[in-house]
T-cell receptor, first 110, second 111 residues
């Protein structure tokens, strides 16, 4: 079993839809959880950062962590064509490097 | 504010040639530094990371090496490139407990 599993998609939604992106993981020591957005031929940029379990909201984005199920989610409300990108989940146990999912490619169609 | 510079943006190199990619960070001290490679369909693969000058941890044994000659400088090198070294190379920095900030990447094609 891989440490971090993420459906690569592609995922195509109409503009204005709610998008749900997910990752599962196997290492119970993970406690820092992040979501990165990567546009084509660019470096990833940090979108959301969550410590331990719970929800975090930032504008149209909500990150959820369920440590009991080893499952994290990113929700995008009122999706826009500019949200079209690859979304990568990442997690760490603390003093260890981030482990990334393979990324989910999202297309928001106008 | 902190910035990260990575160059060159694109590189085409013949098999067997040497490689040197440089990454520098400004506006912070003693950052953790990372080299990742991203190949199509394979996600981000950690190659090397460094928590201080001269301290390099290698995650994947291969013909690449890394060095940190100064606090905010991280260099990725190879003596002889292989076709399999083609990919998108990303440098990143972070302070402990914080998210990573990535550079703009170098797209390397080995021909």
């Amino acid at each position: 079993q891989k440490e971090v599993e993420q459906d690569p998609g592609p995922l195509s939604v109409p503009e204005g839809a709610i998008v749900s992106l997910n990752c599962t993981y196997s290492n119970s020591a993970f406690q820092y959880f992040m979501w990165y957005r990567q546009y084509s031929r660019k470096g990833p940029e940090l979108l959301m950062y969550t410590y331990s379990s719970g929800n975090k909201e930032d504008g149209r984005f909500t990150a959820q962590v369920d440590k009991s199920s080893k499952y994290i989610s990113l929700f995008i409300r009122d999706s826009q064509p500019s949200d079209s990108a690859t979304y990568l989940c990442a997690m760490s146990a603390g003093n260890t490097p981030l482990v990334f999912g393979k990324g989910t490619r999202l297309s928001v169609i106008a | 504010s902190q910035t990260i510079h990575q160059w060159p943006a694109t590189l085409v190199q013949p098999v067997g040639s040497p490689l040197s990619l440089e990454c520098t960070v400004e506006g912070t001290s003693n950052p953790n530094l990372y080299w990742y490679r991203q190949a199509a369909g394979r996600g981000l693969q950690l190659l090397f990371y460094s928590v201080g000058i001269g301290q390099i941890s290698s995650e994947v044994p291969q013909n690449l090496s890394a060095s940190r000659p100064q606090d905010r400088q991280f260099i990725l090198s190879s003596k002889k490139l292989l076709l399999s070294d083609s990919g998108f190379y990303l440098c990143a920095w972070a302070l402990p407990g914080y998210g990573y900030t990535f550079g703009s990447g170098t797209r390397l094609t080995v021909v």
